[in-house]
């Protein structure tokens, strides 16, 4: 009886111990990178401005430790060298630990950007940043910087990535509605054995600065999570940007009764969210407000960069999408010459131009002709001027005057996947190199269709539509038949809007449109992929028959790595594996619909057979995700 209570007595020392660290640490460890923490120009030194430096310093300090404030502005406005200063810290921080973290932060700011008259500084616990003009509406998603921790040897990875995938989804669902901007949520993880014990735990934090909107804080932390994606399996990441700050670690950094209870503002499915979305795309008032906005805030950043050198380092450049003149595309595609033409999309012509001399970009010209067809490229630029993944292709700004539509997109030196498969580029693709593309193409669906705000149909998902960047990673590009998803998921849509081959029959025939589509597509695009061959036009004797029923004949045969692409060096791969990847693929050009897996089941599938050693370690998740999912 006695030993049974020294070991409680232990155990809730021991408990305290933890809560305590937990609780009693400022966080100072350091994640803004060098070269981005600096910016603006020289002031000069002994300077007014760094008197008024100190100045906002003392009152921020007033204010988080007098009155206990977690978020606080200060300005020496009237100044002939005006100072705005901004500071947070996590709320779940004490009031000295806030205080401790803000005194390492204003120590370090003034040893890093000595004479700098624009500076930030970003700590797990906390962030300070001063500028000498305002700032604090600003979210600079763009100049976000992401910091990945830890290592892959979390166990169960599988079910891991998509429960710290949910909980991140759901902190930046929930953290915009929640009144301080701030939430810390955890998850548990379970392995799926018999006895269902959880496996490990993931603890998450959103937090926007108090003087942002909603709307954008819902959209900084949208990019955030979106930046976070390439972090895990790992076992921590955080992604922190001018307006907020998202974070994710299997070591907790909160104590538990400071838990945010988010469930009331997580809205079961996002369908009034699509609601919202598709009445605001169709709003031309709404759309007016857009336009003018854009052009208010187009105008501003011009200004600023002429009249204002704390520009130079880009800063503005790097907000939101940019309005190109007319004359400005038509001279850097020189008239939208042949000679520039680089392919050709859904609804136009793409050309390859030069910017001020030095920015190379795509520029999409749009046939728009209709009323209807104008209103399709204004809800296009809507919707992809907020998708940022890394394997979706980045619209960097429009032009909506002059005698066409045109969209500007990132320029990707290395074109179209197709060239690489069976065009003139064939066979310099490497098996790794081949996965790592299946792999990417899958996280860019599953971000368009369960992971941004609103699910994104493709559509027209084919290998001449991935683009390859410079260390070949594949980005998904033309959206110009993307469109919301109806809340009646599989109505009939009025208008057959892919490519023959690659399309799915349900679609093809009756016009039947769910994400499914898009999973069909992708089955397609990776059996080009592992074979090398255009699914409509197969090499020799196979003439008479499509890629994909060829596909499925030698897999019934147990032929199927016949398939595999001549050109890959068979020491490349293991045949198991790739008779796995065959199988992936031919699961996604099932039929009924309903046999075809989500692109997020597919990612699992991917990253669980992709490698041998991968498969060993997770069968214990992929068993539990097959089982739950
Ligand atoms: C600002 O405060 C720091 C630290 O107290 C001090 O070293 C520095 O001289 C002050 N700068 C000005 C311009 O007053
Ligand atoms: C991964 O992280 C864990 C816990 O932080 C550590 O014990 C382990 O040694 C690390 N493994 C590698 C390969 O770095």
């Not at 966080?27 to 981005?36: A, D, E, H």
């Not at 976000?144 to 710290?164: D, F, H, I, K, M």
């Not at 098996?431 to 593309?437: E, F, M, Y």
């Not at 599938?605 to 097959?626: C, F, H, R, T, W």
Request: charged share 20%; aromatic share 8%.
């Amino acid at each position: 009886m006695k030993r049974w209570w020294k070991s409680i007595a232990v155990v809730v020392l021991a408990v305290t111990l933890v809560i305590e660290s937990v609780m009693s640490d400022p966080q100072t460890n350091k994640l803004s990178k060098p070269g981005r923490e600096c910016s603006g120009f020289d002031a000069g030194s002994p300077s007014e401005f760094f008197r008024n430096v100190n100045a906002t310093f003392a009152d921020l300090r007033r204010q988080l430790s007098v009155q206990k404030k977690h978020f606080a502005t200060a300005e020496q406005a009237s100044s002939a060298n005006p100072v705005y200063t901004l500071f947070q810290c996590r709320d779940y921080l004490s009031t000295a630990d806030c205080v401790a973290c803000f005194n390492v932060a204003t120590v370090d700011i003034r040893n890093i950007c000595k004479l700098n008259n624009g500076a930030r500084v970003i700590y797990d616990g906390c962030f300070l940043r001063y500028e000498l003009r305002t700032f604090y509406t600003e979210i600079e998603l763009g100049l976000s910087s992401e910091e990945c921790r830890g290592n892959g040897t979390v166990p169960a990875q599988a079910a891991y990535t998509l429960v710290a995938v949910q909980l991140l989804k759901d902190l930046a669902e929930a953290t915009p509605k929640i009144k301080n901007f701030f939430a810390v949520a955890k998850r548990q993880v379970f392995d799926g054995g018999p006895s269902a014990k959880a496996s490990v735990t993931v603890y998450g934090l959103a937090q926007c600065t108090g003087t942002v909107s909603q709307g954008d804080c819902g959209k900084c932390l949208w990019g955030g999570y979106s930046n976070l994606q390439g972090c895990l399996p790992q076992s921590g990441g955080s992604s922190a940007a001018g307006g907020c700050f998202l974070r994710y670690s299997v070591t907790p950094f909160f104590a538990d009764n400071d838990i945010t209870n988010i469930t009331p503002y997580l809205q079961g499915g996002s369908s009034s969210n699509k609601t919202a979305i598709i009445a605001g795309g169709v709003g031309a008032i709404s759309l007016l407000l857009l336009l003018i906005a854009l052009l208010l805030w187009y105008r501003s950043s011009q200004k600023r960069r002429t009249d204002n050198r704390g520009d130079i380092l880009g800063v503005t450049k790097l907000q939101g999408p940019t309005i190109y003149k007319y004359k400005d595309l038509k001279s850097a595609t020189k008239n939208f010459s042949e000679e520039c033409k680089i392919g050709e999309g859904g609804f136009g012509d793409v050309y390859k131009g030069i910017i001020s001399n030095e920015n190379i970009v795509a520029v999409k010209k749009l046939e728009v002709r209709t009323s209807k067809e104008k209103a399709d490229f204004e809800s296009e630029v809507r919707l992809i001027a907020n998708v940022h993944h890394r394997n979706i292709i980045r619209l960097l700004g429009c032009s909506g005057k002059g005698p066409v539509q045109i969209l500007v997109y990132e320029y990707m030196e290395n074109g179209s996947l197709d060239t690489f498969l069976y065009g003139n580029k064939r066979g310099t693709l490497s098996w790794k190199q081949r996965i790592d593309i299946i792999l990417g193409i899958a996280r860019g669906l599953a971000y368009l269709h369960e992971q941004f705000h609103v699910c994104i149909i493709h559509r027209d998902v084919k290998s001449s539509n991935i683009l390859l960047d410079d260390d070949f990673q594949p980005k998904i590009a033309d959206f110009g038949l993307a469109r919301l998803l109806p809340t009646d998921q599989s109505h009939l849509t009025t208008r057959f809007a892919g490519t023959l081959g690659y399309t799915a029959p349900e679609y093809a025939i009756n016009g039947h449109l769910s994400e499914k589509v898009d999973t069909y597509g992708f089955g397609v695009v990776v059996l080009e992929i592992l074979s090398g061959q255009n699914c409509n036009k197969m090499k020799n004797e196979l003439l008479t028959q499509s890629l994909l029923e060829y596909a499925w004949k030698s897999y019934n045969n147990g032929t199927h790595e016949d398939l595999i692409d001549g050109t890959i060096d068979s020491g490349e791969y293991n045949v198991e594996n790739a008779k796995k990847m065959i199988e992936i693929a031919l699961k996604c050009t099932q039929s009924p619909v309903s046999l075809r897996p989500t692109m997020s089941e597919v990612v699992v599938m991917l990253v669980n057979y992709a490698s041998p050693e991968q498969q060993k370690i997770n069968k214990d998740s992929v068993k539990y995700i097959e089982d739950d999912v």
